[in-house]
């Protein structure tokens, strides 16, 4: 299984940016991708997931309203749009994904150590 995300960079407060991750291995029955973050000194943080075969989203309240994670029709690419960046979502995000029975579980299984195979991370800067 392998995970490449791309799209990070620069970007100054109130701008955007949209992250893919290319996923490959991973059957997409029962699958599930995350987006995780992690600001220097923080501890990794889930962000948002999607469940691969029906497309279901979920996404923290922290970042509801601002940032949408979606799939391609062939449901390869997992994208996360950013918009209205602010400073403190400078961080490094990694996508991730997990065979996930239900897509209850893609929801609720939130904890890093749930998740198996993780992509290189790509840095996000907002500033």
């Known amino acids: 299984v392998q995970l490449v995300e791309s799209g990070g960079g620069s970007v100054q407060p109130g701008g955007s940016l949209r992250l893919a991750c290319e996923v490959s291995?991973?059957?997409?029955?029962?699958?599930?991708v995350g987006w995780f973050r992690q600001a220097i000194g923080k501890e990794r943080e889930w962000i948002a997931s999607?469940?691969?075969?029906?497309?279901?989203?979920f996404a923290d309240d922290s970042v509801k309203g601002r940032f949408t994670i979606s799939q391609d029709n062939a449901k390869n690419v997992m994208s996360l749009q950013m918009n209205d960046l602010k400073p403190e979502d400078t961080a490094m995000y990694y996508c991730?994904?997990?065979?996930?029975?239900?897509?209850?579980?893609?929801?609720?299984?939130?904890?890093?150590?749930?998740?198996?195979?993780w992509g290189q991370g790509t840095q996000v800067t907002v500033s």
């Open positions: 991730a994904a997990k065979r996930s029975q239900t897509s209850l579980y893609c929801n609720t299984g939130r904890m890093v150590g749930s998740y198996a195979y």
């Open positions: 999607i469940y691969r075969p029906g497309g279901n989203t």
């Open positions: 291995g991973l059957p997409i029955d029962r699958s599930c």
